[in-house]
């Protein structure tokens, strides 16, 4: 496993947590990530394992649970997106619906990250007018979510960390 540092911007909140799979590959351009993570439309989430996560400054600690339209009606999202309540750093989402996996933003790690070969770019159904995706040759493309997991990804490309 590789150890993961991350911090916000104005250093209220540090946290480490443990990952197998940290190469930040998946590009996401819904409205959610894109506009509270933010970063040229879309956000990347790395996966690490949920009961690794040290924190220092949970005091300034918010969460935020967004509503998703299911076409006329709105249900909370069980994604806790939590957030520096001080500066507004996206830091991390927990969803209980996976209780072993914690998701990291990228943009949020201090922790030098490898360059993935690849990207996959999701959401796209949902993503600003003024976005142009650099889709490159070799990367994988979706209106919504690809099945393929963050895990097998890894896998399959030989960057699983044991």
């Known amino acids: 496993m590789m150890t993961l540092d991350g911090s916000c911007r104005c250093g209220a909140v540090r946290f480490r947590v443990q ?3 940290p190469q930040p590959y998946q590009l996401c351009y819904c409205s959610i990530c894109r506009k509270t993570a ?4 879309f956000a990347i989430n790395l996966s ?3 009961d690794t996560l040290e924190v220092e400054g949970r005091d300034a600690i918010g969460v935020y649970r967004a509503g998703i339209d299911r076409g006329g009606h709105c249900e909370t999202s069980t994604g806790e997106r939590n957030f ?3 500066c507004a750093t996206a830091l991390w989402l927990y969803d209980p619906t996976w209780p072993e996996l914690i998701h990291p933003f990228a943009s949020a790690i201090d922790t030098d990250l490898a360059v993935p070969p690849t990207r996959t770019h999701l959401m796209l159904a949902d993503k600003a007018s ?3 995706p650099a889709i ?3 990367d994988l ?4 979510y690809p099945e ?3 895990e097998d990804w890894h896998r399959e490309k030989g960057l699983w960390l044991d």
């Open 19 to 21: 990952s197998h799979a």
């Open 38 to 41: 933010g970063g040229g439309g």
């Open 48 to 50: 690490a394992v949920a």
């Open 84 to 86: 520096c309540t001080r």
């Open 130 to 132: 003024w976005v142009v």
């Open 136 to 138: 490159a040759a070799g």
């Open 141 to 144: 493309a979706f209106d919504e």
């Open 148 to 150: 393929q997991s963050i």
